[in-house]
């Protein structure tokens, strides 16, 4: 069975670092792009970076830009989301979810894990 | 990037059909065919209906259908069902090679 499992949420000060995890079980990791999508307390979704299966490439929302970095480790099928310089505004569920393409991203999301809460506050 | 524009609420009587429109630009929506669809009941995590416009996911009922016209995608929902209630989102591929939700619309079902 698919599974996606973040970790690594908590609460941190305004200007402080976190570092999120995601381990994948159920399929074959290394051939599937990953997104990290946060969704803030009563408020929609946004997506927020996406990583491709190799991990050569990735990409970020402007918000996030410069501050977040996304890698993984095919070796232990684990999707990481490196955020520093945390703001108020990125207090946040942190779902860690998969592409649906394999060996080539789809742009569409079709596994979501049942997220990491984070927490900005001093 | 600025989200997709939707509508905040939308209602409708059981068996009725409804539709949610889905607003971009020329670097979003109307640049591909790279829309998609997520619903999500609360407390919940989101769950794809529709992707690359008008596709749905085995499993997804044929009630749900997606279209686009120009900048603006939609979704349609027919033979309205008690269990249809919940947030809807769209998401857009980018010119900029990211991806955009849509805002949300929360469905009511009367």
């Known amino acids: 069975q698919v599974h996606l499992v973040e970790s690594g949420g908590g609460v941190v000060q305004p200007g402080g670092s976190l570092r999120l995890s995601c381990a994948a079980s159920g399929f074959t990791f290394s051939t599937y792009g990953m997104h990290w999508v946060r969704q803030a307390p009563g408020k929609g979704l946004e997506w927020v970076a996406i990583i491709t299966h190799e991990g050569s490439i990735d990409y970020y929302a402007q918000s996030v830009r410069d501050r977040f970095t996304i890698s993984r480790d095919n070796s232990r099928n684990i999707l990481y989301l490196q955020m520093n310089s945390l703001r108020g505004g990125d207090a946040a569920v942190y779902y860690c979810v998969r592409d649906a393409g394999t060996s080539g991203t789809k742009y569409y999301m079709d596994v979501w894990g049942e997220g990491t809460t984070v927490t900005v506050s001093s | 990037q600025s989200a997709l524009t939707q509508p905040a609420s939308v209602s409708g009587s059981p068996g009725q059909s409804i539709t949610i429109s889905c607003t971009g630009t020329?670097?979003?929506?109307?640049?591909?065919?790279?829309v998609s669809w997520y619903q999500q009941d609360p407390g919940k995590v989101p769950k794809l209906i529709i992707y690359d416009v008008n596709n749905r996911p085995s499993g997804v009922s044929n009630r749900f259908s997606g279209s686009k016209s120009g900048n603006t995608a939609s979704l349609t929902i027919s033979g309205l069902q008690a269990e249809d209630e919940a947030e809807y989102y769209c998401?857009?591929?980018?010119?900029?090679?990211?991806?955009?939700f849509g805002g949300g619309t929360k469905l009511t079902v009367l």
């Open positions: 998401s857009s591929y980018t010119r900029r090679s990211t991806l955009v």
């Open positions: 020329s670097s979003d929506v109307g640049a591909y065919d790279y």
